[in-house]
């Protein structure tokens, strides 16, 4: 080994790249904004498209069937008017299942964090007793 070379600070290198990069993927999935997650409202969704998902019943009553049958009525100002299916759209919340997809994401993020962290302690009790070790070989 040359001079100057000190292959234990690789440990303490190796673990604070390590801890930027996966940390900073860990921190990024934390802060991500709330709002987000709603289908847009110009891709809402259909009675006919959500009829697998939900049932929305009004007095007991199915809405897609009260929609067929012209039972349901927009009352505005100056007018009424029939609502069909074409009137009505549903956005999700879909948080939960990109909650569901980030799961292994953020798993194997934190396990590569406290692998960094021991790479960092690591390379630090072994700098350290290096350090140690050349100061006592130099007094000899």
């Known amino acids: 080994m040359r001079p100057g070379q000190n292959p234990k600070f ?16 860990g921190l990024m999935l934390v802060m991500t904004p709330d709002d987000i997650w709603w289908t847009p409202e ?40 029939e609502l069909s299916k074409a009137d ?15 799961l292994g994401r953020a798993s194997f993020d934190s396990a590569a964090v ?3 962290l021991l790479f960092i302690i690591y390379g630090l009790i072994t700098s350290t007793s290096a350090k140690k070790d050349s100061a006592s070989e130099a007094g000899t």
């Open 10 to 25: 690789a440990y303490l290198l190796i673990g604070l790249l390590m801890l930027l990069v996966f940390g900073t993927n």
């Open 114 to 116: 406290m692998m960094a």
């Open 42 to 81: 110009s891709m809402a969704l259909s009675v006919d498209d959500v009829s697998d998902r939900v049932t929305v019943l009004i007095n007991g009553q199915n809405l897609n069937e009260l929609l067929e049958d012209g039972k349901i009525l927009s009352v505005a100002s100056d007018r009424t008017v």
């Open 88 to 102: 009505v759209g549903f956005r999700f919340n879909n948080w939960d299942r990109i909650k569901a997809s980030w």
